[in-house]
């Protein structure tokens, strides 16, 4: 009889939850200052979470200049410095490009066909908070494992003009898992 009651108990709660509360994952992305010498600090963390949005990322980051930011998941999980054409040290050039498994070759934002690493533009306020989350339409946590979150100095364009949509040397990185 316990038995019994106790599984119409777990089908009972089985029922009550809903398909995003099973699918919903939680990754943790620690970043790091990056500069042509390599990793610097640790300047927070990012939590990834599936939602019915898609991937949304809610940075708790210090240290970052007030304003808007570019922020790409790149397609390789490194945060070390990399020697450009040109023979200068790059700051985590090693990270590569922005993820694009379409093969768009493209930036055209988070709500486009292009690039699937092209995230919404990351704000920093005056005070260095980082108060709003970030979305990814067409990303969930499972295309995070083994890239790299890269933060720009520069907001972006979400365009190829100016090339890599205009944001700049890399200031931040954070390795996914």
């Given amino acids: 009889m316990r038995r019994l009651l106790l599984a ?16 919903a994952k939680t990754v943790l992305i620690d970043m790091y ?11 927070g963390v990012i939590t990834a979470r599936d939602s019915d949005q898609g991937l949304e ?3 708790d980051l210090i240290g970052l200049p007030a304003g808007e930011h570019g922020i790409h998941l790149h397609s390789n999980p490194s945060c070390d410095a990399g020697i450009s054409g040109d023979g200068t040290s ?3 050039l090693r990270a590569g490009g922005h993820w694009d498994p379409d093969e768009s070759g ?3 934002g988070p709500f486009g066909t292009g690039h699937r690493g092209d995230l919404s533009r990351l704000v920093v306020s005056q005070d260095g908070t980082t108060p709003t989350s970030v979305v990814a339409p ?5 295309d995070l494992n083994q890239k790299t979150l890269i933060v ?18 890399r200031i931040a990185c954070g390795i996914i898992n």
């Fill in 8 to 23: 119409m108990v777990l089908a009972v709660g089985l029922l009550l939850v809903t398909p995003q509360q099973v699918i």
């Fill in 33 to 43: 200052s990056i500069d042509t010498d390599g990793t610097g600090d640790a300047i």
């Fill in 57 to 59: 990322l809610f940075p």
């Fill in 90 to 92: 790059v700051a985590g």
């Fill in 106 to 108: 493209q930036h055209l």
């Fill in 138 to 142: 067409r990303l969930s946590t499972e």
């Fill in 152 to 169: 720009h100095a520069g907001g972006d364009t979400y365009s190829d003009t100016p090339p890599l949509g205009g944001g700049g040397v």
